[in-house]
């Protein structure tokens, strides 16, 4: 199935496009001059990746991002900004929760970072929210997080995406992911928690996806 990129990008004289060349490796492309019209076109369209080319519109892109987000906050946004945008803002990529492309670059770097944002081939999937699990391949993508998965790590994210909302008892899920009736030390649980965090979530040390629920468990929000 061929990858549906919606790009956004400003025509500039001295400013290269990116378009011919993502056609060329063979993505569908549809071209937008601006944010209010990718806006307009984007259910529509339905691309599978969004690419702002955010230095050729002249701004930074965090309004763009914000507000394609608001439509559909599942979708990955590739931004490509200025090293001047880069330096003024560190933030950047957890300010507008996007894969962050810093120029000058080649279009081999860009189809390198389209790669494993694309969606996979395989019919095993769970997909609740933003998160898309991959229970064939092992692989989740949450936004522009991108990550392969141990067994175990693959059992308790299905786990909680099967509870979606509600808050488990530590020792359920680790009964249930770990196939034993030896709940009396579940600090593996908590080591798991953590490596499957700093995979999907935006900022680990302030996860709004998989919740601590203290002196309980754990919920997914999505």
């Known amino acids: ?42 259910i529509g369209v339905d691309p599978d990746i969004i690419v702002i080319d955010a230095d050729s519109l002249r701004t930074s892109g965090k309004r ?12 990955p946004i590739v931004l490509i900004i200025s090293p001047e945008e880069a330096a003024k803002n560190h933030n950047v990529k957890s300010d507008c929760d996007a894969t962050i492309l810093v120029l000058p670059f080649t279009i081999q770097k860009l189809i390198n970072r389209l790669k494993p944002l694309q969606p996979g081939e395989s019919k095993n999937f769970l997909h609740i929210g933003p998160i898309r699990l991959d229970l064939e391949r092992q692989r989740v993508r949450c936004l522009n997080n991108v990550g392969n998965l141990t067994p175990h790590l693959v059992r308790l994210l299905k786990f909680l995406m099967d509870h979606p909302g509600e808050v488990m008892e530590r020792d359920i899920v680790f009964k ?11 600090r593996t649980l908590d ?8 995979i999907i979530e935006v900022d680990p040390r302030k996860p709004k996806f998989i919740i601590t629920v203290r002196g309980v468990g754990y919920r997914l929000d999505i």
């Open 1 to 42: 199935m061929t990858t549906k990129i919606l790009l956004i990008e400003g025509k500039r004289a001295d400013h290269p496009s990116f378009y011919d060349g993502l056609k060329k490796r063979g993505y569908d492309v549809q071209s937008v001059r601006n944010g209010s019209t990718a806006l307009e076109k984007l």
């Open 64 to 75: 763009i991002c914000q507000s394609l987000r608001d439509v559909m906050d599942d979708i």
């Open 176 to 186: 249930q992911v770990w196939e034993t009736d030896y709940t009396q030390d579940t």
């Open 191 to 198: 080591v798991h928690i953590s490596w499957l965090r700093k």
